[in-house]
């Protein structure tokens, strides 16, 4: 492995010395073909006015275009290495473009229900991933939740947890079983009406380089200034963000750069508390947050929990005790350990 990237840092240093050798050729000829042009021209035109065939002023005007055109003239080949970079960048961007998604379309998408209920079915779900296909990461996993319930997904690292959410956000499909959503196949939805019914959480949300104001106001692009204040209220974001000199109008720096985990969480949490989805799923949300502002939080969640279906993947106790059911994975198969007597 160590071979196999100092060879790739060297072909890549070699072909950025051949690049730089070219432009280094390309520059100095352009530059003599302009000088020479210009000097062609001092020493015609010196003639020209020693033999008073034209003025010296004529012969100013003259050289002063010919700079203009030689100057011009050099920047073309600048120019065309701009072309030929954009022109390659433009074919990788269309084949982006052409590819088409793995996922099967339905040609006729039922709609869902309105209002969305939130009932979530897996029935008898295998699922590898496309990179490891003779490693099964779910293997005939069933387990459903209900509308005003909050299902912990419990387990160690790897076990398929996170698949879940994958699946059921429809990222992929599974090879085996199905997953309904009040009583539709996942497949019978178009993909962008499933995910506009589910508000994620991710242990590690993405900020964009803006505002706190437009960050928060992703999780809904039609919400107000005050309905972005009110979610981020509710998610004990308000604390932080307005102890800052320019407060809700504050840059975050690129990714949330100047955050700490614990804050990036209480943003994500305040989009989804914006976006105010049916379905709520909840990757680690508080694991990187203190005592204090995980209590914080969980009274933050606890609203928004309320009359809507929430899947957790989660770790610490405070977190496991407050759910209704508890699905613990294992080597790919779920297992049900607690139910809610409502259930």
């Given at each position: 492995?160590?071979?196999?990237?100092?060879?790739?840092?060297?072909?890549?240093?070699?072909?950025?010395?051949?690049?730089?050798?070219?432009?280094?050729?390309?520059?100095?000829?352009?530059?003599?073909?302009?000088?020479?042009?210009?000097?062609?021209?001092?020493?015609?035109?010196?003639?020209?006015?020693?033999?008073?065939?034209?003025?010296?002023?004529?012969?100013?005007?003259?050289?002063?275009?010919?700079?203009?055109?030689?100057?011009?003239?050099?920047?073309?080949?600048?120019?065309?290495?701009?072309?030929?970079?954009?022109?390659?960048?433009?074919?990788?961007?269309?084949?982006?473009?052409?590819?088409?998604?793995?996922?099967?379309?339905?040609?006729?998408?039922?709609?869902?229900?309105?209002?969305?209920?939130?009932?979530?079915?897996?029935?008898?779900?295998?699922?590898?991933?496309?990179?490891?296909?003779?490693?099964?990461?779910?293997?005939?996993?069933?387990?459903?939740?209900?509308k005003g319930k909050v299902t912990a997904l419990v387990g160690p690292s790897g076990v398929g947890k996170t698949t879940v959410f994958n699946l059921l956000m429809r990222f992929y499909d599974p090879l085996k079983g199905h997953i309904f959503l009040d009583g539709i196949p996942l497949d019978d939805l178009e993909p962008h009406v499933l995910r506009g019914a589910i508000g994620l959480v991710p242990q590690d949300p993405v900020l964009f380089t803006t505002t706190f104001l437009e960050n928060i106001r992703f999780g809904n692009l039609n919400a107000t200034d005050k309905d972005v204040k009110d979610?981020?209220?509710?998610?004990?974001?308000?604390?932080?963000?307005?102890?800052?000199?320019?407060?809700?109008?504050?840059?975050?720096?690129?990714?949330?750069?100047?955050?700490?985990?614990?804050?990036?969480?209480?943003?994500?949490?305040?989009?989804?508390?914006?976006?105010?989805?049916?379905?709520?799923?909840?990757?680690?949300?508080?694991?990187?947050?203190?005592?204090?502002?995980?209590?914080?939080?969980?009274?933050?969640?606890?609203?928004?929990?309320?009359?809507?279906?929430?899947?957790?993947?989660?770790?610490?106790?405070?977190?496991?005790?407050?759910?209704?059911?508890?699905?613990?994975?294992?080597?790919?198969?779920?297992?049900?350990?607690?139910?809610?007597?409502?259930?």
């Open positions: 492995m160590e071979n196999l990237f100092s060879t790739q840092v060297e072909n890549a240093y070699e072909v950025a010395l051949k690049r730089s050798k070219a432009r280094a050729r390309l520059t100095a000829f352009v530059m003599i073909l302009v000088f020479g042009a210009i000097s062609l021209v001092l020493w015609y035109g010196g003639q020209g006015v020693i033999k008073g065939h034209i003025t010296a002023g004529q012969l100013s005007a003259f050289l002063f275009y010919a700079v203009a055109v030689a100057g011009a003239s050099g920047s073309l080949s600048e120019i065309h290495g701009d072309i030929l970079r954009a022109a390659g960048g433009i074919e990788r961007i269309f084949e982006f473009l052409n590819l088409r998604p793995s996922l099967k379309i339905s040609a006729s998408p039922r709609p869902l229900p309105s209002p969305v209920q939130g009932h979530i079915q897996f029935m008898n779900v295998s699922f590898s991933y496309p990179s490891r296909l003779q490693h099964l990461v779910l293997k005939d996993v069933s387990f459903e939740t209900f979610a981020a209220k509710a998610a004990y974001a308000d604390e932080f963000i307005e102890s800052l000199p320019d407060g809700y109008n504050t840059h975050l720096g690129e990714k949330g750069v100047s955050l700490s985990g614990g804050q990036r969480q209480r943003i994500a949490i305040a989009r989804a508390i914006l976006k105010n989805p049916p379905i709520l799923l909840l990757d680690e949300a508080t694991s990187a947050l203190d005592t204090e502002s995980e209590k914080k939080v969980q009274q933050a969640l606890a609203v928004l929990k309320h009359d809507r279906t929430t899947l957790i993947i989660a770790h610490r106790k405070s977190t496991i005790q407050q759910a209704d059911s508890i699905v613990r994975f294992e080597e790919g198969k779920a297992k049900l350990l607690k139910v809610d007597e409502d259930n």
